[in-house]
């Protein structure tokens, strides 16, 4: 059974970078061919895809995020991690983990219990 935790601050002010680790137990982030994605949802919205890396440690950006965006590993910890720069209160949102099947559509099958980070000076 596959397990996804994610961890972080939950207040981070305005112009800082959210920095959030997902660990992972009951698999490896390296085994072929999963994806392991950054998905968030803002208060009273949907779901929006962040970005992900690919078990080759390969990376993937939303366009409209890619410019803030950074997704990074360590193996040896079989964690993951999202930065997101320069955040707004726009950026208030619950941040989830993800493992994904694909690239190429949403095809989720674990998720992380979810972390809320609320942006606010």
Same mark, same amino acid.
């Given at each position: 059974?596959?397990?996804?935790?994610?961890?972080?601050?939950? *207040?981070v002010k305005p112009s800082q970078t959210l920095s959030l680790t997902c660990t992972v137990s009951g698999g490896s982030i390296t085994t072929n061919y999963y994806y392991w994605s950054w998905i968030r949802q803002p208060p009273?919205?949907?779901?929006?895809?962040?970005?992900?890396?690919?078990?080759?440690?390969?990376?993937?950006?939303?366009?409209?995020?890619?410019?803030?965006?950074?997704?990074?590993?360590?193996?040896?910890?079989?964690?993951?991690? *999202?930065? *997101?720069?320069?955040?707004?209160?726009?950026?208030?949102?619950?941040?989830?983990?993800?493992?994904?099947?694909?690239?190429?559509?949403?095809?989720?099958?674990?998720?992380?219990?979810?972390?809320?980070?609320?942006?606010?000076?």
């Amino acid at each position: 059974q596959v397990q996804l935790q994610e961890s972080g601050p939950g *207040l981070v002010k305005p112009s800082q970078t959210l920095s959030l680790t997902c660990t992972v137990s009951g698999g490896s982030i390296t085994t072929n061919y999963y994806y392991w994605s950054w998905i968030r949802q803002p208060p009273g919205k949907g779901l929006e895809w962040m970005g992900a890396i690919a078990y080759s440690g390969s990376t993937y950006y939303s366009p409209s995020l890619k410019s803030r965006t950074s997704i990074s590993r360590d193996t040896s910890k079989n964690q993951f991690t *999202l930065q *997101l720069s320069s955040v707004t209160p726009e950026d208030t949102a619950v941040y989830y983990c993800a493992r994904d099947l694909t690239i190429a559509t949403p095809a989720y099958d674990y998720w992380g219990q979810g972390t809320q980070v609320t942006v606010s000076s």
